[in-house]
């Protein structure tokens, strides 16, 4: 995927198309899928490609400890995150850890287990669901970033606190916990709850897909809600905003693309109304190895 980076990486838009192509070829060749969810995820990849670069910046030498803590599912975030941030922090070393559930199909993909490889990932293998003080994953390692994005919504309330409050543990005392996920507060939320309506958007949440144990879209967070949570655990938000994600659409759908134009802009002038929303967070002064 390297040769990918052959253009003015400093063009965020450019920067952003060629994030969202290499998701894309991510989902194509390992996931056997059409590609096109990959390429609505450019904007949230760039967003986390700039804030990477300022850790690497802050630091001396330059170098980075990244640990993906949300699951690498086809690597559609990892291999173009890590591609990109190794093209972009000149003179700096980028070390990339991921955690993965260990009955991962794709651990499997000889795609997959190739660009792991070439890119020199070191896959954890753990199942989010036994997250708690004595996580395997915490082996005395600190990280100056990690990433717990999209995958909040997937898990249980209970799973995801304790697996946010084993992550405190891990976060180096100048680095950084980079959160996106679903808002709960989308303005097509609140337009569902005008008319009394529950369903938000929820999938994956039946019966079969617990007695599996592979959820979709669960549980939905607020601003708020988080920001009070990571206070508790001991984090201190230094960072919050929302964006729009972009939709997929199929060929013909003008009435479908056009309805969604008029919702995002919509969302854009509502306070909150926004599809996703990011948060930053550092340890609270006095936090780890104080």
Not at 19 to 30: F, H, N, Q
Not at 177 to 190: G, H, K, V, Y
Not at 217 to 225: A, E, N, S
Not at 254 to 280: C, N, Q, Y
Request: aromatic share 8%.
């Amino acid at each position: 995927m390297n040769d990918r980076f052959l253009a003015d990486v400093s063009n965020r838009r450019e920067r952003r198309k060629m994030l969202g192509d290499l998701a894309s070829e991510a989902d194509r060749r390992i996931g056997g899928v059409s590609g096109e969810w990959g390429l609505i995820h450019g904007r949230r990849l760039d967003m986390i490609v700039e804030r990477v670069l300022s850790v690497g910046r802050e630091k001396k030498d330059g170098s980075v400890r990244i640990l993906n803590a949300s699951g690498m599912s086809k690597g559609q975030f990892d291999f173009p995150l890590l591609t990109c941030l190794r093209h972009c922090l000149e003179g700096g070393e980028i070390s990339w850890t991921a955690v993965e559930h260990p009955e991962s199909s794709y651990l499997k993909n000889p795609c997959f287990q190739e660009q792991v490889k070439n890119l020199g990932i070191e896959v954890k293998c753990f199942d989010l669901n036994r997250a708690g003080p004595a996580c395997p994953i915490l082996d005395g390692r600190q990280y100056d970033v990690v990433l717990l994005t999209e995958i909040l919504e997937h898990l249980d309330y209970t799973t995801a606190v304790r697996w946010i409050a084993a992550l405190r543990e891990i976060v180096a005392p100048n680095g950084i916990l980079i959160i996106t996920t679903p808002n709960l507060c989308r303005i097509s939320n609140r337009i569902r709850m005008l008319f009394g309506r529950d369903e938000l958007g929820y999938f994956g949440d039946g019966w079969n897909e617990v007695r599996q144990g592979l959820l979709g879209h669960v549980v939905y967070w607020g601003v708020d809600r988080l920001e009070r949570l990571l206070d508790e655990i001991g984090f201190e938000v230094v960072e919050k905003f929302y964006f729009n994600q972009g939709r997929i659409y199929g060929r013909g759908q003008w009435r479908e693309k056009g309805i969604g134009l008029l919702m995002d802009a919509w969302a854009s002038m509502v306070p909150r109304g926004k599809t996703h929303f990011m948060m930053v967070a550092r340890i609270k002064d006095g936090g780890n190895g104080a």
